[in-house]
Structure formats: C-alpha cells, structure tokens
C-alpha cells in the first residue's frame, strides 16, 4: 500500500518534527518499506495501491509509555477527600489511595478488570494510540499481580494494540504487611515477580521508590532479581520527595526514570550516563496539584531524551487522554510542542526498549495516526479536541 500527499512528521530527520512535506510512504504488510518525497518516489512503487491523504499529518502511532490501566473500582471519593483539605500522602497512611485500590482489584474477576481496562484502552485508541505499556501493582499478592498482567495481555487479543507490561509489586505495602515492608519485598514482591516471569508476563520491572512505598535499597534487590532474570528496569522516582531513585535507576541501566519533579541535574547527568529517558507524567502533577517542576532544563542541558505518558491511574491521575498530557506537558512543564510530540513517539519508544517503532524510517513498524491537522504543533495546543482522521495498527487501517 501507498499513501500519498501526506505531510509527515517523522522525527527521522533534523528537520523540525522530521517533517517531510508533499510526502508519500510505502508499507509492505507490517513495515514501512520508504518514506520521501513524492517525487522521489521510485517507480517501481507507483504501480502500487494508493491512498490520498489529502496533504494530512502523519505522525508515528502514539505511545503511552506509563500506565496503570489495569485495576477494579475508582477513587471519586477520595478525590471529594482531596477536595475537603486531606493530602495524597496522608489518605495513603490512612489506608486510602492505592491500598484501597488494591482491595478493589483483589476482590474484581478477570472479566471485570479487562472490561474496565478496555473502556480505557479504547478512549486511548479513539486518540491514535497504537503501543501502551500497563503495570501492574494493584495485586500486591502474588496471585492477584499475576493476574493484573493475564488481563493486561488479554488486552492485546481483544484490540490490535501492542501491550508492554511492567512488573509493579513494589508499588505499595499491603495492609498483611503494615509496618514490614522489607518481608513484603522478600517474601512477596520478588517471589511473584519470578513466578510472573516464568509464565512470561514481564517486559520490564518498575518500582516505586517514595516515602509512602519503597526506600532505594528495598527497590535495590527488586532490581537484583530482574537483573538475574534478564529483565529491563523502570523506577517511579523522586515524584514527591528526593529519595535517590532517578541515581539508582541509572545505576542498573534503567528504560526510564518517571515523575522525576524532584530530580537534580546531578541526577540528569547520571541518566544521561545510562542513557535513560526520563518520563513526565504531568497528569499526575496536575491532579495532585504539585508545585515542583521537573528539571527539564537540566535534562535538556544533559542529553536525557524526554517522554511524555498519562500514568492513568484511579488515583493520581485518573488521565486516559494522550492529547491532553501533550498540552499538560507544553503547558506545565514548558515543554515545547515539538519536544512533547517526541515525548509520545520516538522518545516513548525508547522508554519501552522498542526499536521497530516512534518515527517514521524504512524498517519501522507500519503503526500510524493520520490527523485532520497541518500544524503538528495544533496536536499539543488545543484542549479536549481529537483531530483523529485515521490510524494504521502494523499496516492495517
Ligand atoms: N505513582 C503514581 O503516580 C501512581 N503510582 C505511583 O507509584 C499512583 C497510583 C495510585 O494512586 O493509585
Ligand atoms: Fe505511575
């Protein structure tokens, strides 16, 4: 197939965007075969079956690279308790916030949990979406982690989305283990990350190293046993306080970093050495109300590539709207519109240790969102408005 009289931003090129006007691409069942300009279009191609895109933007299908999409019942009413005055941290010492979500989860069937997540996943793909990532970290037993990434990978049977999972059992101390958190890792976490990973439902292995979960040499030996499996590493670090994560990250060679709004530029020196990228989750910032901005300056300054993703979660950020972290990201954090688009592509592949796609270059993964826009920057600039026209899932439209 062809397309043709596209306009691409395919961040394959040092142009802003990569952005490649009066542009054809030509994919070959899953992979874009040559991309250029129209009239460079070799011969041999034009013979193939057309489609005029009538000087669209297409941009590499969108990348959600941090998700807690998985999960029974919601916070509502812990966001009227915000409301009222109580904080994040103190509804979770109270037993609110993500332990209350674990119970949800506990007590959700499997049919439940992938019913909800694909009212989630399907708002995402409704925005051009074609690659999540989902965690899990709502179990906090061994069976019910295990069965949070079954459904995350039933997900990708039901829609033609590609689905990473992440292992989270470091996410939150579970009420059997109030005050012990070090046998929650021991005899829970790393356990049934081996049992997860036996039945290969691991990607990657995240953690969340806070005051409120894990300090950084609890997450340490996590990392020691993904390290031992073979498995990437990703860290929630320094979301609401600095606990030396972002440094521990880099340490182990990590995907990314996330959150990272109290991260220093030794910090953003020490993931550039990695060559980890950093994911801001400005949904999260938002809903909470955070005052601390991420140091982007100094990633930049650094070199550390930068993601944008929704970090949709019943609590923190109860977000399923790519487009609008894209604005959050501009809007917030300052980043510009070019620097958030990136966030959502070629750096959010990165995020996820994927190679195959994020830009648009022979070779890539024929996965595309095409948008009634021409201006690659409108994507970021207007609130609650999906400009959607089309998308291709590996060279399906
Ligand atoms: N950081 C977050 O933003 C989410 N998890 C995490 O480690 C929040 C999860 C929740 O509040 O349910
Ligand atoms: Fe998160």
Not at 43 to 68: K, Q, S, W, Y
Not at 92 to 102: D, N
Not at 307 to 316: K, Q, R
Not at 333 to 356: C, K, M, S, V, Y
Request: aromatic residues 6%; contains cysteine; glycine residues 10%.
């Amino acid at each position: 197939m062809i397309l043709t009289n596209a306009r691409l931003a395919s961040f394959a090129t040092p142009a802003r965007y990569g952005l490649i006007d009066d542009a054809a691409l030509v994919i070959k069942q899953d992979k874009i075969v040559w991309i250029g300009p129209m009239s460079d279009l070799p011969e041999a191609h034009r013979a193939d079956e057309a489609r005029d895109l009538e000087g669209r933007l297409v941009t590499p299908g969108l990348i959600d690279c941090h998700t807690h999409l998985v999960f029974g019942g919601n916070r509502a009413r812990e966001f009227e308790m915000r409301l009222d005055g109580a904080s994040y941290e103190e509804i979770a010492r109270a037993g609110g916030g993500i332990v209350s979500t674990v119970s949800a989860t506990r007590d959700a069937s499997d049919e439940a949990l992938l019913h909800g997540a694909l009212t989630r996943v399907d708002a995402m793909i409704a925005e051009g979406v074609t690659t999540v990532e989902v965690k899990s970290g709502y179990g906090l037993d061994t069976e019910t982690e295990l069965r949070m990434l079954r459904v995350a990978r039933q997900i990708a049977d039901q829609r033609p989305i590609t689905v990473r999972t992440s292992f989270l059992g470091a996410h939150a101390v579970p009420p059997e283990y109030t005050g012990d958190p070090d046998g929650y890792i021991d005899n829970v976490a790393i356990p049934a990350l081996r049992a997860a990973h036996e039945e290969g439902l691991v990607d990657a292995v995240d953690g969340f190293c806070e005051g409120i979960a894990f300090d950084t040499a609890q997450i340490r030996r996590v990392f020691d046993t993904a390290r031992w499996l073979d498995l990437p590493v990703k860290l929630h670090a320094e979301q609401l306080s600095h606990m030396g994560g972002t440094a521990l990250a880099a340490e182990y060679g990590a995907l990314s970093a996330d959150h990272v709004e109290y991260a220093t530029a030794d910090d953003a020196q020490a993931l550039a050495g990695s060559g980890s990228v950093a994911v801001l989750l400005p949904g999260a910032f938002y809903t909470l109300r955070e005052t601390q901005m991420p140091p982007v300056q100094a990633f930049r300054d650094a070199g550390v590539p930068i993601a944008l993703a929704t970090d949709c979660n019943p609590g923190s950020s109860p977000l399923a709207s790519l487009l609008l972290t894209l604005n959050m990201g501009c809007t917030l954090f300052r980043l510009t519109p070019e620097e958030a688009l990136a966030g959502i592509t070629q750096h959010a592949a990165r995020a996820l240790g994927l190679t195959d796609r994020g830009s648009l270059a022979p070779g890539q993964r024929a996965d595309l969102a095409i948008w009634d826009v021409h201006d690659p920057a409108e994507l970021s600039y207007r609130i609650g408005f999906n400009p959607l026209h089309a998308r291709m899932f590996g060279g399906l439209l």
